[in-house]
């Protein structure tokens, strides 16, 4: 499985971006996904996480009502809107894919170790 995002990029305090993370590889269903961020000289972070079936999802608690996760599991991808943006959220983000197949369609978690599969990581910077 290997996983491409994009939609990173340079925006002002306030603006808004849309995350892009593509699925390819040996898929045969679709699995939970998530996006982490690293800010520099931090650890990385949980952003948000969305289930299988797309009707379960989880951000931080700092993050809720600016940020939104969706996906299109007929795309095998998987989206994160930001809006409001500061200059805190300045980061690289990444998206990432947990390979089990859960019995619950409705699983999601906000551990990293969850996941096996990271995306390469897209630079969002937030300037004031």
């Known amino acids: 499985v290997q996983l491409q995002a994009s939609g990173g990029g340079l925006v002002q305090a306030g603006g808004s971006l849309r995350l892009s993370c593509v699925a390819s590889?040996?898929?045969?269903?679709?699995?939970?996904m998530a996006w982490f961020r690293q800010a520099p000289g931090k650890e990385r972070e949980f952003v948000a996480a969305?289930?299988?079936?797309?009707?379960?999802?989880n951000y931080a608690d700092s993050l809720k009502g600016r940020f939104t996760i969706s996906r299109d599991n007929a795309k095998n991808t998987v989206y994160l809107q930001m809006n409001s943006l500061a200059p805190e959220d300045t980061a690289v983000y990444y998206c990432?894919?947990?390979?089990?197949?859960?019995?619950?369609?409705?699983?999601?978690?906000?551990?990293?170790?969850?996941?096996?599969?990271w995306g390469q990581g897209t630079q969002v910077t937030v300037s004031s």
């Open positions: 590889g040996r898929i045969f269903n679709t699995y939970v």
């Open positions: 969305i289930s299988r079936s797309g009707l379960r999802t």
């Open positions: 990432a894919l947990d390979p089990k197949n859960y019995m619950s369609s409705d699983y999601i978690s906000s551990d990293q170790a969850t996941y096996n599969y």
